[in-house]
């Protein structure tokens, strides 16, 4: 049986307040598409990856820090909305 890898996160609240550490389990694999091959999978690249964690989860929508660490050397902050620019 393989190792399991973890990576340390920090959940917060919506409003930005601290509100636990955890240990998440690294995915082996991850969902991807791209619109030459579909639908496929990958292997993990960064830590924005840990959203396909089997442990994600998030307090009351609130982001999620990975911290950075192996296999990673930087952190990613995970928040719910994406705001984009649209630009006409």
């Known amino acids: 049986m393989p190792e399991v890898r973890k990576a340390k ?35 993990v690249i960064g830590p924005y990856d840990m959203i396909h964690s089997p442990d994600f989860r998030r307090i009351n929508g609130g982001p999620v820090l990975v911290e950075s660490q192996e296999p990673w050397g930087y952190p990613c902050l995970l928040p719910k909305y994406q705001v984009t620019e649209d630009v006409r």
């Open 9 to 43: 996160v920090s959940l917060f609240k919506p409003n930005g307040k601290w509100y636990t550490d955890e240990e998440w389990i690294i995915p082996e694999t991850v969902p991807d598409h791209s619109e030459m091959r579909g639908d496929f999978t990958r292997q």
